[in-house]
């Protein structure tokens, strides 16, 4: 097939032809819009993610893309209804989840909505908090919690609609915005491959279920045998937040062991966990490798984090204001499609460079 996308030029005519479109509306498939332009599917999907970035247009995993923001439910006769949105969070503690939470009250207001934040404990809090229920749309995180089934019934039968954020959930009938892992490690790997390191390990916080941190460790390992042909992966995993010891001595424990066993040793880390980059910083330098002259390190974590004091990290992942205005957009695209099936929406990070990881050659 011919390909006469052109680059720039097959984006900005998608670009026009779907901004011509209602908020809500169903975009042709990549099929559909390869045949019509007689480009190649490739060419279509990367119009497609370069419409993505930009916000016109946003893709829910086998539902296809629609065109983002709109709450179409809600207007009849010239006049907008704000919906009601329970915005119901885990009590356990959470920096991140609080700021999100945050930003995503403060969205929703502008959207025109009323949002209703209550928090939670165990499921019987919930049962004399909402009472008869009669929300639009319920919103859950929850957190690093365990998450009874019990619970999401509950607050299904509390809203007509059901988003849940942060945790991957299969076969429920709801919403789900998480973020997409298999692309923030490829995305971390590309980077210092292309800065030249081709030894590449990973410490991450001891397995939690929650948090996704076995689903890293595998993508890390097959990306790492596919990508840079390297036997065996290099995981050291870290009892982070383990009341006995800082996280800058786990680190550094779990790294001079391994250093100890090793004649080549890595020139690159990703790091995975809700490590500070002060603890990072610490806990490599303890053991003998300073970033980035000995070693460059890329964390998975979000971009709001603070740095401290040293050379800033390099981050891949997503700003609280990112999450919070993804919610609202499948809110509204919820509202005005009630009848669409529920599905899974992965959310990308973007890689913001800082001080941590440098070229092997300095």
């Known amino acids: 097939m011919a390909d006469r996308s052109n680059g720039t030029n097959f984006i900005d005519t998608l670009r026009a032809e779907f901004s011509g479109l209602p908020a809500g509306s169903r975009v042709p498939t990549i099929r559909d819009v390869a045949a019509r332009y ?19 247009i946003q893709s829910f995993v086998g539902r296809g893309s629609f065109i983002a923001g709109g709450d179409q439910s809600h207007e009849a006769n010239g006049t907008t209804k704000g919906a009601r949105v329970l915005i119901v969070s885990h009590s356990t503690p959470s920096a991140r ?28 809090d919930l049962h004399d908090l909402l009472g008869k229920g009669g929300f639009d749309v319920c919103v859950l995180q929850p957190r690093r919690s365990i998450l009874p089934v019990e619970v999401l019934a509950l607050l299904k039968s509390k809203a007509r609609q059901m988003i849940v954020e942060g945790r991957q959930l299969e076969l429920l009938d709801v919403d789900v915005i998480v973020r997409n892992r298999a692309k923030s490690v490829a995305m971390a ?5 292309e800065l030249g390191h081709d030894r590449i390990g990973l410490v991450t916080e001891q397995l939690d279920a929650a948090a996704g941190y076995g689903e890293i460790e595998n993508l890390y390992a097959q990306s790492l045998a596919s990508l840079l042909n390297q036997t065996e992966p290099l995981i050291l995993r870290v009892n982070g937040n383990s009341g006995k010891n800082s996280d800058a001595e786990e680190i550094e424990a779990v790294v001079r062991e391994e250093l100890a066993d090793r004649a080549n040793n890595p020139s690159a880390y990703i790091v995975s966990g809700r490590f500070e980059a002060e603890e990072i910083r610490a806990g490599f330098s303890a053991a003998g490798l300073a970033i980035p002259n000995d070693v460059s390190i890329v964390h998975l974590r979000n971009h709001d984090a603070r740095s401290g004091k040293g050379p800033s990290l390099t981050t891949v992942g997503r700003r609280a204001d990112h999450v919070a205005n993804g919610i609202v957009d499948i809110v509204n ?21 800082g001080e941590s990881s440098c070229p092997i050659d300095g």
Not at 38 to 56: D, I, P
Not at 189 to 193: A, I, K, P, Q
């Open 38 to 56: 007689s480009v190649s599917q490739f060419s279509v999907q990367r119009a497609f993610e370069a419409l993505k970035e930009a916000g016109l």
């Open 333 to 353: 695209w919820r509202l005005a499609n009630p009848s669409e099936p529920a599905g899974l929406i992965l959310d990308d990070p973007t890689l913001v460079k």
């Open 189 to 193: 790997l590309r980077h210092l491959r």
């Open 97 to 124: 989840g609080t700021d999100i939470t945050s930003h995503l009250e403060a969205a929703l207001l502008d959207a025109g909505h009323k949002p209703i934040c209550v928090s939670y404990t165990y499921v019987s």
